[in-house]
């Protein structure tokens, strides 16, 4: 089959792609390996400029209706009392959200098939080769395989797990790599408004209330710190023994569940790779995070996936055709959006990374976010929160 556009991962960022090109009346085919609904390792939080450009992809309305409450505030849990701030309000006082990323990912994927794209899936793509002026992606799945052709060819498929396209990461594991976990809870009590970012001795992490009375808990942690937690809490599950080092350091999480049930188990992932990356290399496209990925200590993974599948879409828009010359200068101006865009973010982010994750780092934050409780807004404002999206009223 040929298409004028086939993306690989059906994740926000290939989603929000195929739903831009699908509108603009482009053949377009998603390749998504999981069958959906999936679970994902993600705090789920939705910064508020989002809503807007969600409106513009289709699911605004239905985000709206799903999400879990407005937070309205932001909090440090560290050693000792949580320190709270407001959080920055979007457009017309819009606050962020959040919503599963089994309902979100779903709402995005069958808007993108609504929008006219061809959704294969459950197909994983293997391989990529060029072949004369299209690219064929070899796609598979339980033994059968197809090949697909396609001039413009965008990998969206996320940036933590291995494999043989050009796009993927072939892997080195170092004791500083950071793995991710995440759980749903029942019963606790967090505020409802309310985002503590929690601080402890090797990693970061979050907390806020979802969808369908679901809270999210979700972290990042230093491999190395990883095995000295699981040495020392011998026998429990890995997401577990992360939980008991957490509440160990931040008291608060202790009170926040005391009450509260594991709905489903512990997800991981990981390592993360925080970084920027190549927006056009080799003649495919990047959006997402195999473009460039924050750490999620500043919860914009979602905004970035969701933006640059929206800005890569508008630069396709802009030229004439997609020849080789064509795609090379919607690579240019796309990877001149995405630096305006992204790069501030993605510093911050690696800046309170280090400091949280440090020995004595979460003792040292307690004490400046103490002193000034305004630092935890002002951090939120520079990781893009409220940041206008080029195209986007
Ligand atoms: C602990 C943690 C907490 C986080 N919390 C937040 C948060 O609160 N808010 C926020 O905004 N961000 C958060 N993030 C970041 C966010 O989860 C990611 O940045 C986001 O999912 C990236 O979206 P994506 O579309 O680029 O990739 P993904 O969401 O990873 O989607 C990629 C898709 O591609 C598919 N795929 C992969 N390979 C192939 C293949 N070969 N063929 C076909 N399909 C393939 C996968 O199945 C997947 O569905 C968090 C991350 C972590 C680790």
Not at 108 to 114: D, N, P, Y
Not at 202 to 219: E, F
Not at 252 to 258: F, N, Q
Request: overall charge positive; aromatic content about 6%; proline content about 6%.
């Amino acid at each position: 089959m040929r298409y004028d556009a086939i993306i690989i991962g059906g994740g926000p960022s290939g989603a929000a792609t195929a739903i831009a090109l699908a509108s603009q009346g482009r053949a377009v085919a998603i390749v998504e390996k999981s069958p959906f609904p999936r679970n994902k390792v993600c705090g789920e939080f939705i910064s508020p400029v989002n809503l807007a450009l969600l409106d513009r992809l289709g699911v605004g309305e239905r985000v709206r209706d799903l999400a879990g409450p407005e937070i309205r505030r932001l909090a440090l849990f560290a050693a000792g009392p949580g320190i709270e701030a407001p959080m920055p309000r979007g457009r017309g006082d819009a606050f962020g959200r959040a919503l599963g990323r089994d309902v979100l990912d779903g709402l995005l994927l069958e808007a993108a098939a609504s929008a006219g794209a061809t959704v294969l899936q459950p197909w994983q793509a293997s391989v990529a080769v060029r072949d004369g002026d299209d690219t064929a992606i070899g796609i598979e799945r339980s033994g059968e395989r197809r090949t697909l052709l396609a001039p413009v060819l965008i990998a969206a498929h996320g940036s933590w797990e291995l494999g043989g396209l050009p796009s993927q990461p072939k892997r080195q594991h170092l004791p500083s790599d950071f793995l991710g976990f995440k759980a749903h809870f029942r019963g606790s009590a967090l505020a409802s408004d309310l985002m503590p970012l929690l601080a402890f001795p090797g990693g970061y992490g979050g907390m806020v209330w979802a969808d369908q009375g679901r809270m999210s808990l979700s972290c990042c942690i230093r491999r190395d710190q990883l095995d000295a937690v699981r040495a020392t809490h011998r026998g429990l599950p890995a997401g577990e023994a992360v939980l008991r080092h957490i509440v160990a350091a931040c008291p608060e999480v202790a009170e926040v569940l005391r009450n509260a049930t594991l709905d489903g188990g512990w997800q991981a992932a990981g390592p993360i790779r925080p970084g920027i990356r190549d927006c056009y290399a080799h003649d495919i496209f990047s959006v997402g995070n195999v473009a460039g990925e924050s750490h999620p200590i500043i919860a914009e993974g979602i905004s970035m996936a969701l933006q640059s599948g929206w800005l890569l879409a508008a630069e396709l828009a802009r030229v004439a055709d997609w020849s080789r010359a064509g795609r090379q200068l919607a690579g240019q101006r796309y990877a001149v959006a995405w630096h305006k865009q992204f790069p501030l973010r993605i510093l911050t982010a690696s800046m309170l990374a280090g400091l949280a994750s440090r020995p004595l780092g979460a003792g040292l934050m307690r004490r400046f976010v103490g002193a000034f409780p305004a630092s935890l807004f002002l951090g939120a404002q520079l990781s893009g929160k409220i940041s206008p999206i080029p195209g986007v009223a």
